[in-house]
């Protein structure tokens, strides 16, 4: 048994500075808007750990720090012309991005922290895109066709002395369509067609090469070596509407390459395990969701969305640097999953209304294991005042504290469960006021 209690001591500097230019043409919604934007952010974090293990009883103490710096300049340049039937939209977004940062160990009694993992490093981005659409618009039918073209550069400079990594990065050039196409079959029915694909780029964070000691048996360790994910989608769609509510159905096919996620190994000759950011390999998420919209009389509005889908991630294999190159090779894994979610608002008396809420998430896999079940409730009271201008409410999220994220994780020679407690519990009051 062990109880584990750190003590965080932040404090954060923040600077940002704004320019910004706007042509209006002699025509309505014809413009070109400029934007320069740069922003400083200093954090300095000092974590003082206390480690009690009852058996043997032995108290351990620790502390971490950081130091980063962060430096963002962005320019935006966006272009908009109607047309008769529509409208085009051009623009441009640059950015670099220098993000240096030093870590710290003062190791104590009884220490878990691997010294030699400390030192500095220093993440840099640039990103230059273009990007345009046109939207069509006629009366019986909207066509919304994008493309983006992106080039990013990665690069993550790692100290010469660190024990497992050395400085790498990644670079990408490659376009991101987007289409959305809506057919109004009659008044109350439309048909929706779309299609698009986008990148997901790995964070600072998880690149970052310095480990977290969040839970002192599994060490939690970025990746510099991570690729971003890709990801195409598409889905056709159905909307029946009537006077007093909606229904809206679709298909979906979701596909991703180098899933971002997160790979436990064993630390060899100790009882610790090491987390890794890794990539996964492939996978496929091809569904069907509901969304009903329906008021039940004068005073009840009811909202029902629901989801079925099946989760396919492939098979892949990789390495955990830390702390010596530890294999991992993850099985091929498929489920049928979903989700549901019921929103009930009701008039209870003049000028005063009760909200429910309640979210249900299947079990789910993830390419290490799985998530099991979860759900939760919320609720809370509105009451309109002086003359509809002021409001005083009160909510409460997840009443019965069941919004767990419950974890089983497979390793080669272990298995892992873990239970993950976070803010969902909140009761909020409050007053707001309409000028």
Known sequence: MRLWQYFENEVNQTLFATATHKHSFNQPGHSLVSSFNYSFRRKDEVFYFTNRRYNPDLIGTDTTGLLADENIFDLTVDYSK?????????????RARIFPNNIYFKPGDNTILDTTLSGSAEYREMLSAVYGTYIYERKKFELEAGLRLEYAKIEYLVDTNHRVYSSTGFDYIDPFPS??????ISKNSRLSAFYNRRVDRPEEKELRTFPSYASPEILSMGNPNLQPQFTQ?????YRQSWESGYLYTAAYHRMSTNILTKIVTEIPSSNLLAQVNQNADKGQNTGIELVLNQKLGSKIRLNVNGNIYRNSIGAFRIVNAYPNNIPYTGQAQTIIAG???????????????????????????????????????????????????????????????????????????????????YETQVVRIGYQYRF
Not at 179 to 184: N, P
Not at 233 to 237: A, K, M, P
């Open 82 to 94: 109607p047309f008769k039937s529509g409208r085009l939209e051009l623009g441009t977004k640059q």
């Open 179 to 184: 289409v959305r196409a809506t057919w109004l």
């Open 233 to 237: 989608s598409v889905e056709l769609g």
């Open 339 to 421: 989700n549901a979610k019921v929103n009930l608002i009701a008039t209870i008396v003049k000028s005063t209304e009760l909200q429910i809420t309640g979210i249900y998430l299947a079990p789910d896999i993830i390419p290490q294991g799985k998530i099991l079940a979860r759900y939760s409730i919320d609720a809370g009271l509105t009451r309109k005042i002086q003359k509809g201008k002021g409001e005083l409410f009160i909510n409460a999220s997840d009443i019965l504290n069941t919004l767990v994220m419950r974890y089983e994780i497979e390793g080669t020679s272990f298995n892992l469960a873990s239970n993950d407690y």
